[in-house]
């Protein structure tokens, strides 16, 4: 594709991201539906989660492309999805294509990673009638992450450093990033009951994605990473039988955050638990697909900065927006090279999910 044509898959904004995604449905003559968010967009806009089905409605293959998960990461996975469309009708037998896009439109418009409700959706879809998952270690560094004043005195600085030294790298990242309970400001908040995107997407799998036997779903991020590298991170509990399948059908650099392997962490309640239980029908291999963007410090830090941006509030409208475009900087890198490469990898990963689910099947 030239790079006029990828430039054009990329959006400044959700408004123009949700325009081109239902623009390259309508080309296609697929019908968009929407489930409206009845709360405004950063500019006054329509919020929703739009659904395209592009395919045969009994078809038994399924391919679930999902976008903005984590609202601002929605950048990516939007331009993959309007591309896709793009491609033309689905090149495989008895396979259809469901896209939803903005899962977290309030999150995408006003450049969040949370929803409205300051909930971390990957760490919502747990059992709420069960005791709530406990992070214990968040609740000793909840305050030094969002401390009253933004930047951070060096001391804060020190005591974080320090603890980082004292736990070791990837259980400080664990600490932050694995889902907390407790503190409803804070950081990776999972909530106290099902977010309204939690609600609506187990209503579109029950709407679209009752009908098929095999689901291959590919849920896109960013942020975590090397830049512009997509990481393909296994997302299935099952580490045995999927996990070869996933490796047949996404190549054998498939990594895992059980084992591992990947840059990113285990987390309480991630969305694929909710494609679980509401498709118990289908045989499911689900991949995150995370695209690096800046150093971890950068993006750690942008977090902390938005997220006391939500806890503490700020008079100086300046700082406030300053402290909202690198946010959005931090998980959207708007260059030519970076574009390219998530285009290019998106492509591939949905081109291989389609031949994936065309592979007989060993189990
Ligand atoms: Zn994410």
Same mark, same amino acid.
């Given at each position: 594709?030239?790079?006029?044509d990828?430039?054009? !898959? ?9 325009q ?6 309508a080309?296609?003559? !697929? ?8 709360l ?21 293959n ?15 996975g ?42 971390? !959706? ?22 030094? !992450? ?15 450093a ?24 804070g ?23 009752q ?8 849920d896109?991020h ?45 987390m ?8 679980l ?40 409208t ?11 900087d931090a998980?959207?890198?708007q ?29």
């Open positions: 594709m030239p790079l006029h990828i430039r054009a !898959l990329f959006s400044r904004n959700y408004a123009e991201a949700r081109k995604f239902r623009s390259a449905a080309l296609r003559g !697929l019908p968009a539906e929407s489930f409206v968010l009845p405004a967009g950063a500019v006054g806009e329509t919020l929703a989660t739009d659904v395209v089905f592009d395919g045969p409605r009994d078809a038994h399924l391919v679930i492309l999902i976008s903005g998960v984590h609202g601002v990461e929605g950048y990516c939007s331009a993959i999805q309007t591309g896709v469309l793009g491609l033309g009708p689905v090149p495989a037998p008895d396979t259809a294509v469901l896209h939803i896009h903005a899962v977290n439109p309030y999150g995408f418009s006003h450049s969040r990673r949370a929803t409205h409700e300051n909930i971390d !959706l990957n760490r919502n879809f747990v059992d709420f009638s069960a005791p709530l998952p406990v992070n214990g270690p968040y609740a000793e560094i909840h305050d030094l !992450l969002l401390p009253p004043a933004w930047p951070p005195s060096d001391e804060n600085e020190a005591r974080l320090a603890l980082r030294a004292q736990w070791g790298v990837r259980a400080f990242q664990r600490a932050c990033g694995l889902g907390q309970y407790a503190f409803d400001d950081l990776h908040y999972g909530g106290q009951a099902p977010a309204w995107s939690n609600t609506t997407f187990r209503q579109i799998l029950r709407k679209y994605a009908q098929c036997r095999h689901i291959g779903s590919v896109v960013t942020g975590l990473g090397p830049y512009g590298v997509g990481e393909r991170i296994f997302a299935c509990p099952d580490e045995t039988v999927a996990l070869a399948r996933a490796r047949r059908w996404w190549g054998n650099d498939i990594t895992s955050v059980s084992t591992g392997t990947s840059t990113s962490i285990p309480t309640g991630p969305i694929q638990h909710g494609q239980e509401e498709c118990p029908q289908a045989e499911q291999t689900n991949v995150c697909l995370e695209f690096g963007t800046h150093p971890v410090s950068v993006v750690l830090s942008a977090m902390r900065a938005e997220h006391w941006l939500h806890r503490h509030g700020s008079a100086d300046r700082h406030a927006a300053a402290i909202r475009q690198a946010f959005k998980f959207y890198p260059s030519d090279d970076w574009q390219a490469a998530i285009w290019a990898q998106g492509r591939e990963v949905f081109l291989q999910t389609v031949s994936g689910l065309q592979k007989p099947r060993r189990d």
